[in-house]
């Protein structure tokens, strides 16, 4: 089923594959956020000249790379290089097809990769930012049994506690990080899980948090975060 995503103007999104995550509101947080503040000086406060290269971890449809593209090919001092990256094979297949369908042509590099592992070493230390929409609920349980994650579990399920996955994701991220420079690590999580219980763990990675936005779905708030270098 082709699955054209209307409520998103500025870009144009298709979703052939039923397991790759349609746009949501947590998508819509994290590109609003960036269209409030990416300008022709700062990437939130970065000198967007010294942005070289940028990851959009777990892509989906590529909706955050696009966006990114879109604002660079408007934003004469915003050059980085744009990486996407995803778990799903229809995820990246997804995101080229909407790289092509809003003639960005080979404008984005995809990475089909579990987290950070198959990444080349060439990228070790190069990324000044790195968004990543996480699976962040917790995992499904019938019978007391975890259930086994299927290819569309992949967007929500983030481990038994709901942020596993994301801990795992910000220890890989470590060594790719450009630490010589300042360098910034956006995410979303859920109220929904006992979130804070990960700021010990982030604090010992060399990271403090800031929360930038929130907003309120039926049971949830979900937060837009920045991590930082202490
Ligand atoms: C909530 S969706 C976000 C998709 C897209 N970034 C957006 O904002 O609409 C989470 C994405 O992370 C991907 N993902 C899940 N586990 C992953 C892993 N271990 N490595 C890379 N990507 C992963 C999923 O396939 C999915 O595309």
């Known amino acids: 089923m082709l699955r ?12 052939p594959f039923e397991d790759v995550y349609a746009p949501s509101d947590d998508s819509f947080l994290i590109v609003d956020y960036f269209k409030e503040n990416i300008n022709e000086k700062y990437f939130d406060g970065l000198d967007v000249k010294s942005v070289k290269n940028v990851l959009d971890m777990g892509t989906g449809t590529g909706i955050i790379a696009l966006y990114l593209t879109k604002m660079k090919n408007q934003i004469t001092n915003f050059s980085s290089n744009i990486f996407a990256s995803d778990i799903l094979k229809n995820a ?7 790289e092509r369908l ?9 990475i089909h990769s579990n987290l950070f592992r198959s990444f080349p070493d060439n990228l070790r230390n190069t990324f000044n930012v790195i ?20 290819g569309e579990d992949k967007s929500w399920d983030g481990g038994e506690k709901g942020f596993e996955l994301f801990l795992e ?39 403090k948090n800031k929360i930038l936005k929130k907003t309120h779905i039926f049971f949830e708030d979900i937060v ?5 270098k202490i």
Do not use: M, W
């Open 169 to 207: 994701f910000c220890s890989q991220a470590v060594p790719f990080l450009n630490v010589t420079q300042s360098f910034y690590i956006y995410y979303v999580s859920s109220s929904a899980t006992k979130f804070e219980d990960t700021l010990n763990s982030l604090a010992h990675l060399g990271f």
């Open 131 to 150: 968004i990543f929409n996480p699976p962040y609920l917790p995992s499904l349980r019938v019978n007391g049994n975890l259930v086994i994650k299927r």
């Open 92 to 98: 990246i297949r997804c995101a080229k097809l909407n």
């Open 4 to 15: 054209t995503i209307s409520n998103f103007h500025d870009i144009i999104l298709e979703c």
């Open 102 to 110: 809003n003639n960005f042509y080979q404008s984005i590099t995809f």
């Open 224 to 228: 837009l975060n920045r991590l930082e």
